[in-house]
């Protein structure tokens, strides 16, 4: 690791423009070992043999194929990346960001590979995923020099106090943006390997297919401040399966600001009787 924490402009940065760049935050030497684990995990993957809840291959390529187009969770399932999202000097420049209580959010390895890695359009984060509040933050770590023939990371800065832009056509998430946002000002961020960019889960970014000879794969893992609660809408996201009994499906979820007790259960699947009959013995 490189400087120990994100310095005050950096920090500045990241609450103006809703995005920083910590630059040879790891090592050369750590990053050797995380290729040599994504190496390990794609082991002998193939179009036509390989294992969808470990990995996703890349679409249009023969049933000998090779080209691995994302690893999921890196960062729950394998030690060295595991490492990676508990460590000290990561968790510190975090909670610089979002303050000291913070979860682990979700992690994935996108491997753009030479010529072919796939396009990423234009989203933000919380559009997958809704939270009580904006405390939330992806860390993009570049294993290979990043530029914008290989497809690095393009951002628009400044956007993360603006509202979720429209990311549905007639009613169906889409994924990407699907308004008409003002990408003038958008930033590619180029940078070396052991780079990491701190994104803010309402910074719009997305990066281009790779052109190039060389990967640009990188990891992605974020973090959630501990009072960031994930907004559960299960089957109500579906677009054909809730239960109207009167009016229409609401496509918007109207947030209050409201500082809530969030009921911790004593177990799982406890009926209000059995919590009530489990009170009168505390
Ligand atoms: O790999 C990239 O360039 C960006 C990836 C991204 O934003 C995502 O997978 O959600």
Redesign the pocket.
């Known amino acids: 690791m490189g400087e120990k924490m994100l310095s005050p402009k950096q920090i500045n940065q990241y609450s103006e423009n809703g995005f920083t760049v910590k630059r040879g935050m790891i090592s050369k030497n750590d990053i050797s070992k995380l290729l040599v684990e994504i190496d390990r995990i794609v082991g002998e993957s193939t179009a036509s043999h390989f294992d969808p809840d470990t990995l996703e291959m890349e679409p249009d390529q023969d049933y000998s194929g090779r080209l691995v187009r ?1 690893i999921y969770d890196p960062c729950t399932k394998y030690e060295p990346f595991v490492n990676l999202s508990e460590n000290i000097e990561v968790l510190n420049c975090v909670e610089q960001l979002i303050g000291p209580n913070l979860v682990f959010n979700q992690s ?1 390895i ?1 491997m ?1 590979l030479p010529q072919i890695g796939s396009e ?1 359009e234009w ?1 933000q ?1 919380m559009a ?1 995923g809704l939270l009580t509040n904006k405390k939330c933050l ?1 860390l ?1 770590l570049y294993l290979d020099d990043a530029d914008k023939t290989n ?3 393009q951002v628009i800065p400044q956007q993360h106090n603006n509202r979720l832009f429209d990311h549905s056509l007639k009613g169906v998430f889409q994924g990407k943006v699907t308004e008409n946002i003002d990408k003038n000002n958008a930033v590619a961020i180029e940078a070396e390997a052991g780079t990491v960019i701190f994104l803010h889960c309402m910074t719009p ?3 281009l297919p790779n052109t190039s000879n060389k990967p ?1 794969r ?1 990891v ?1 893992w974020g973090y959630r401040a501990a009072d960031a609660y994930p907004v559960n809408i299960g089957d109500e996201g579906l677009v054909d399966v809730d239960r109207i009994v009167r009016g229409q499906k609401s496509h918007n979820a109207i947030f209050e600001e409201m500082n809530l007790q969030v009921p911790m259960y004593p177990q799982k699947g406890m009926s209000l009787y059995e919590i009530q009959e489990r009170s009168k013995n505390i």
Do not use: M, P, W
Request: aromatic share 6%; with cysteine.
């Open positions: 994302r994935k996108n753009k990423v989203h984060d997958y992806a993009l497809g690095c990371l970014h997305s990066s640009r990188t992605i």
